[in-house]
């Protein structure tokens, strides 16, 4: 099959959860089929990046958007009452450009990631298949009661524009994918169980168990400037490990991840280390003793539990991010809702090498068992086959 991929960031380098799907997603298709990638973005690609998918893909177009041009996009978006986001990487350069290039390519099936890329294909003669990726509604609206003011109101408009695109999604795409059930749940229309469930994977070969001093007792991993990893470290560090120094004052924390907010940066301490970027997060996994993912808003599956787990850290998360992952709660992971549960799992890890190794074996025997790049890039392939015949 010739698949056209449309995404709305370039997929390298890995430090974004849309860019690591997209990525290991592309890898797997082009096993089989003939790639062809559109993008936009908003920041130059550097030409070694674009080394990175030659490997896979037949041709690539890449559209640099004015940020100031997307910004005019989203008050115009706002006028309309359409999503915001949408508007952000809308463009009418964008527009021709795919346009152009998808007349060049002729490709059996489109596969789009996210709703963001909605507008350049929804009028397009090709089947095409929607990857919603996570339920962005319902992300935005878990964020809600933690907004204020202004704030509060933009994303309580987002949230309604971004639950009315992904209902009429139904409407314009021949088949849906998304990354967990629990997602697939959130997205409002009475046809949502016909959504395909593509998880993501883990590149076992690479996150694999390795040595390494541990210099820390707890890590937390993400991109630091995502809204939900920023809330996360900034539960972590003040309401939780309070609780955790109580009885163990020496335990420390390391938070590992590209580009930390102000808010993710002031945190640190003689205890809390921020370290920013990092070339190789496998050091950050491996230098702590336990991951801890208190995750309290976002949605989709959280790559840094998969990674972790792979590694053989033993995880201590939150039902939000555990209601996509389906771990068994204190066999396969440790599950806690509350500062205080959370930090009594952290507590109990620490103090029991144990549980800790117990813990840490099962976790990475049930992510080789269910999340495999491989299994995932065979059942999108069957999904876009079944499209293009169509």
Same mark, same amino acid.
């Given at each position: ?30 096993? &089989? ?49 359409? #999503? ?79 639950? #009315? ?105 003689? &205890? ?9 997060? &496998? ?64 507590? #109990? ?42």
């Amino acid at each position: 099959m010739k698949i056209l991929v449309v995404l709305p960031r370039f997929p390298y380098p890995l430090e974004k959860g849309d860019k690591l799907r997209a990525y290991y997603q592309i890898k797997e298709l082009s096993k &089989r089929n003939d790639i062809y990638l559109f993008c936009v973005s908003h920041v130059r690609v550097l030409p070694e990046y674009v080394e990175q998918l030659r490997p896979f893909c037949k041709d690539i177009c890449i559209v640099k958007s004015p940020k100031l041009v997307n910004y005019k996009n989203v008050l115009r978006n706002f006028l309309h009452t359409k #999503s915001l986001q949408i508007g952000y990487w809308d463009s009418v350069k964008a527009r021709k450009a795919y346009k152009a290039f998808e007349n060049k390519v002729q490709p059996d099936v489109l596969y789009n990631q996210m709703v963001r890329t909605m507008v350049y294909v929804a009028r397009s003669k090709y089947p095409k298949v929607m990857d919603f990726q996570d339920a962005l509604s319902m992300n935005t609206e878990r964020r809600l009661d933690h907004a204020h003011f202004l704030w509060h109101y933009i994303l309580h408009f987002e949230f309604k524009m971004l639950r #009315s695109t992904e209902y009429n999604s139904f409407k314009i795409f021949d088949a849906l994918t998304i990354i967990s059930d629990a997602d697939s749940d959130a997205i409002p229309h009475t046809r949502n169980g016909d959504i395909y469930i593509t998880p993501n994977g883990v590149d076992f070969d690479f996150f694999k168990p390795i040595e390494c001093p541990k210099q820390y007792d707890v890590v937390f991993c993400g991109n630091m400037h995502y809204e939900p990893n920023v809330r996360a470290a900034r539960y972590l560090a003040s309401v939780v490990m309070p609780l955790v120094w109580k009885q163990m004052p020496e335990a420390r924390l390391l938070l590992a991840g590209a580009d930390p907010r102000k808010q993710v940066r002031e945190l640190a301490n003689d &205890r809390v280390v921020v370290s920013g970027f990092v070339d190789d997060i &496998r050091q950050s996994y491996a230098s702590a003793k336990i991951l801890a993912a208190p995750m309290l808003t976002g949605s989709g599956l959280q790559n840094k539990l998969l990674e972790a787990m792979s590694m053989r850290i033993p995880c201590v998360t939150t039902s939000i991010a555990n209601d996509s992952l389906h771990a068994q709660a204190g066999k396969e992971v440790l599950i806690g809702d509350t500062a205080e549960s959370f930090a009594d799992h952290i507590v #109990s890890l620490l103090k029991d090498d144990q549980l800790r190794s117990s813990l840490a074996q099962n976790g990475h025997d049930f992510v080789l068992q269910n999340f495999s790049w491989e299994k995932a890039g065979l059942k999108l392939e069957e999904v876009l086959k079944s499209v293009a015949k169509k």
